[in-house]
């Protein structure tokens, strides 16, 4: 089966509720979202009503609310040494957890972190003293997955060797996971047009049944640039087979896929249009144009 959708809004009146309603209209039946805008951390109190309409309407839907994840904001960073920054995301992640056993999500996508010109070592040591501190705090059954990264600045997470580093030395390595994304792995200079090789490596140095989602997104940019920018299926340097290749695994087969594509001119969301090629495994060279006639 294949668990396939995007990441979806969850906004404040809606919540949990318009989030579902997105990834249906995108024909998707998995999806991914952040419980407040992405670049901060201002969070509103989940409403219980909400997260309940929300099931109700899954219940009868394809979606799939095991194979849900909530991304952790982009400015979390525990690999900071900055004592106040740290306990800052320390103190919020903690409180995303306890949001995502309120809404009864399972995963969280966390990006490692940025060592911020304090060298890799350090980065990585903040990042699983953070770790316990969290896990230690909260004595959740929540997966953290850790995002292998592009490796853009100064970001942990770009070798398969980091994240296994920070989940071998954690006291709660139970509790971690690993978030594969596409374009941060060609960026990073991995090959994933032999996906089964890879995952050969993966397995290897980590574990294969560490990883917990993947997101698919093209990369704007050459293997090993180390830029992270996302670009629409098919129509970047990773290209559509490659693509292919690593949706349909059989290796892979039940962890949802998450599409954080571009919008269209900013503006369309392209999901629908994605999943359904995904789906049909046809590459469409006029996607991008069809998106903007049908709007
Ligand atoms: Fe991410
Ligand atoms: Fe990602
Ligand atoms: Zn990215």
Redo the contacts with the bound molecule.
Sequence with gaps: MLYIGSHVGFKKDTQLVGSVKEALSYGANTFMFYTGAPQNTQRSGIEDGLTLEAMSIMKDSDIDYSKVVV?APYIINLANSDKEKFNFSTRFLQEEIHRCEELGVKYM?LHPGSHVGEGIDNGIENIIKGLDIILENTKTNIIILL?TMAGKGSEVGSRLEEIEKIIKNCKYSDNLGV?L?T??LSDAGYNIKDFNTFLDNFDKIIGIEKIGCV?V?DSKNEPSSHKDRHENIGFGHIGFETLIGVIYNERLENVPK?L?TPYVDKEYAPYKYEIEMIRNKVFDSELINKIRQSL
Excluded: L, T
């Design positions: 991304h996508v995002e978030c994304d374009c941060h997101h997104n998450i954080e």
